[in-house]
């Protein structure tokens, strides 16, 4: 997964994509980066490991002057976090230069590269979304919106796109409209971001949504909107609402606190857990769904478990035995309110279940004395081929286990999924027009080979 930015027209425009980089760091955090355009001097881009606060300084951000800028925060797959597949991507061609920022994966990017490596181009990632920049490169057409809609079309998957062409500024969405985005306006500037909160930050106002299969460019001529590719059926990612954006964030034009209170509600009414003497989340993806339970149930919002904020989502373990102590080193439980009472524990989801296991016990640990857990979206039983980095089918508990197995696996007293249903009339907009894939097998495009997948995905 990946957070996007783009500013046109904004005096420091650099600066002003690193305010908003600040907001979309938990979408990603293995790397970030900043293209900006000066009119006179070009375009110049910095990037590095890391998050935005360790990777990229004040004095970095004033050596981009410009006022267009893109910026990029980056959450790889297994095996691809490396500085070459730091986005956004910069390449110069015959006709100046292409920055390029991209959220979602594209699953058809092994053959596009293919046909484009038969033709003698030469790749400096492993990355899909390097196939655009070529693309792109490759258009005969001299209007920037008209080159990205050539670059587009046969492209298969899930793009949200910030691109820097000349002295234009591009948006795109995928024609099912997988990751969000959104625009908005500072003072004249126009902004471009893959979730509200970053508006927020900077004291923008929110336009509208970056419509499904629109390109929307953006230069001194001001602001020009078109819809070049084959129209699909929407294919929103329901994860985004149920884990991935953040709770001040509107996305898909719904609010991911009312959504996420909604799952709760719904979780409190079809598995209620009566016996139990207070409910507490699983910090901090969980917290407004474990309110939802709160409110429907009745019963008091407790915290129960405390996360070191200090750890974030960068403490990705390649092992078991690391992903088991990671846990630790997350969370605590505080003894004093666990102790001897039955509890109602949310989760947002279950994916390995290794968080979960080490969760209970230490709740359990902690003196609670029964762990009824919840979880606030149905099983995840497939791996995500649109920008979500999810295991394959052989990691995900759900794919492998009963609901009673798991509950054993976990050593909760009782467990308790929101149904697919449940979870797709919970969301603003449901139940119709969401991407369920990861938790259906109702994958909208003809999955990518697993190998293929892990080699050339960018995993945003
Ligand atoms: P586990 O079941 O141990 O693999 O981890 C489940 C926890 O990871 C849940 O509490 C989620 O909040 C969180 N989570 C879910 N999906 C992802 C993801 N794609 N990347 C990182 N964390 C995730």
Redo the contacts with the bound molecule.
Sequence with gaps: ?CGIFGIYGHENAAAMAHLGLYSLQHRGQESSGIVAVDRELGARAMKSMGLVSEGLGIPDVQSLPGDIAIGHTR?STAGSSTIENAQPMLARFRDGHIGLAHNGNLTNASELRRNLEDGGSIFTSTMDSEVLVHRIARSSSDKPEERLADALTGVEGAYCLVVAMGDTLLAARDPRGWRPLVMGKLGTATVFASETCALDLLGATLEREVERGEIIAVDRNGVRSSFPLAPLESRKCV?EY???SRPDSQVFGGSVDRARRALGRRLARDFPAPTADFVFS?PD??NSAALGFAEESGLPLELALIRNHYVG?TF?QPTQAG?DAK?KVKYNAVREVLSGKSVVMV?????????????VSMVRAAGAREVHLRVSSSP?TGP?YYG????NRE???AANMTIEEITQQVGADTLGYLTLDGMLESVPGGPEGFCHACFSGDYPTPPPADSEKLRFGCGC
């Design positions: 997964m959450y994860f149920v884990y991935f699983v993806s969980s989502r990705i992903r846990v989760d947002d989801s279950i994916v390995r279940g290794t968080t979960t296991r080490g969760l995840v995500c979500i980095d999810t295991p990691e995900l508990i």
